[in-house]
């Protein structure tokens, strides 16, 4: 188990053995911190045979569990783009039935905000209903668009996010090369850290922020720059988190930059004065929501990013 669940998953364990678990839980926390693995090893153990001992990892239960195929274990939410009424009754069907290994029953609904109306309301008439030996964890990472009622009926959990020191040791002992610069970038997840490395993100970071910090000395790569984003308009927040270490700089504010090892970059850019700064940030604010995925992308975007870019080379040339 990744090691900044362990100070949620002691008391969570501590619950399983002295039966002071609810009925129904909620593990919330940001994206990108195990959340399903630490509801998938509760659920283990709350199935285990070996009670004082769970998960034991040897007894029945745990060897189905281990192989997928425990018949009193119901996942939902796993994929799709929402969780339907549909799915719910079923899940609250095969709930009140009695359990195959008399160990109880366990249902887990992961990415729960992903619920219909409909879906939630239903799920909360099963949870008004006596639970029996059945126990329902609910999974978030946007637990405020869960409706409150149904927050209301569960036992809480939040996993936090790590510290930056244990995560960068996790990470270094995976085999990569992590920097607090990268951690900063997924918002202190190490599991997005890691995937951001692994797939190479790191570099073409460096590689467009390279570029654009050197608009003011040539522009003959803006149309190379400008195909990137494009494409990738998510890669829009590191322009932000480097304009931002930028503003930082040149208002002479002393808090650690967000890039650390854009430094020099941040520098340059400091170089053009707070109020330039402010308006290239508040125009890229604008662009970011314009370019927003799942929006469909306006017809005129490829024209507001090149404008903003202009603007960006102009300032940069003119400083
Ligand atoms: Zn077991």
């Known amino acids: 188990m990744y090691p900044w669940l362990t100070p949620v998953w002691q008391p969570l364990l501590q619950g399983v053995r002295e039966r002071r678990l609810g009925h129904a839980l909620l593990l919330k926390g940001m994206a990108g911190l195990g959340k399903r693995e630490l509801a998938g090893r509760l659920a283990t153990t709350l199935l285990c045979q070996h009670t004082n001992n769970a998960p034991c990892g040897m007894c029945h239960a745990c060897e189905l569990n281990a192989a997928g195929s425990h018949s009193d274990l ?35 609904i992961e990415r729960a905000e992903l619920m219909t109306d409909a879906a939630a309301n239903a799920l909360l008439k099963t949870l008004e209903e006596p ?72 570099d073409k970071r460096l590689q467009l922020l390279t570029a654009l910090a050197g608009l003011g000395e040539t522009a003959s790569h803006l149309p190379t720059v400008q195909a990137g984003l494009l494409e990738q308009p998510v890669h829009l927040v590191w322009v932000q988190l480097l304009l931002q270490d930028a503003l930082q700089v040149a208002l002479g504010a ?38 927003q995925p799942g929006q469909g992308r306006p017809m005129n975007a490829g024209l507001q990013l090149s404008q903003w870019l202009r603007r960006l080379q102009q300032t940069l040339t003119h400083e």
């Open 74 to 108: 119901q996942v939902v939410g796993r994929e799709g783009r929402s969780i339907g009424i549909d799915a719910i009754r079923e899940l609250s069907r095969i709930m009140g039935e009695s359990a195959r290994l008399g160990h109880g029953k366990v249902a887990i």
């Open 131 to 202: 639970a029996g030996e059945a126990t329902l964890i609910l999974v978030s990472s946007q637990p405020e668009r869960l409706l409150p009622t149904l927050i209301s009926r569960c036992q809480q959990w939040l996993v936090p996010l790590p510290d930056t020191q244990l995560a960068l040791a996790w990470l270094q002992e995976q085999g990569v090369a992590a920097t607090p610069a990268a951690l900063s970038i997924n918002q202190g997840s190490p599991l997005q850290t890691l995937d951001y490395l692994n797939t190479g993100a790191d």
């Open 254 to 291: 002393k808090a650690p930059l967000k890039l650390d090892d854009c430094q020099h970059l941040s520098r340059r850019l400091a170089g053009t004065g707070p109020l330039a700064l402010h308006e290239l940030n508040s125009g890229l604010l604008e662009l970011r929501r314009r370019l």
